[in-house]
């Protein structure tokens, strides 16, 4: 029992540390590029449903955001 929790666990916080990191790069790139930026925010169901190239690109943009973050500390 204590394995599949812990799976169900570690896909809970995947999911939402992937969101958030999504999010974060999506405002990022509205912020900076002044609006230009035209992919569409997702909800929270269809970014589970659809990782493409360009949501990828996204949260990788809003982890470095969060590592630099912690490292001008």
Do not use: C, P, Q
Not at 6 to 27: A, K, N, P, R
Not at 39 to 58: C, P, Q, R, W, Y
């Amino acid at each position: 029992m204590s394995v599949i929790t812990d799976i169900f666990v570690w896909l809970l916080i995947d999911t939402v540390f992937g969101f958030w990191f999504y999010s974060t790069g999506w405002f990022l790139l509205k912020v900076f590029t002044f609006g230009r930026y035209n992919m569409e925010l997702k909800d929270f169901a269809n970014f589970k449903d659809s990782k493409s190239k360009g949501v990828i690109t996204t949260m990788v943009l809003g982890v470095i955001f969060y590592v630099f973050i912690i490292s001008r500390h």
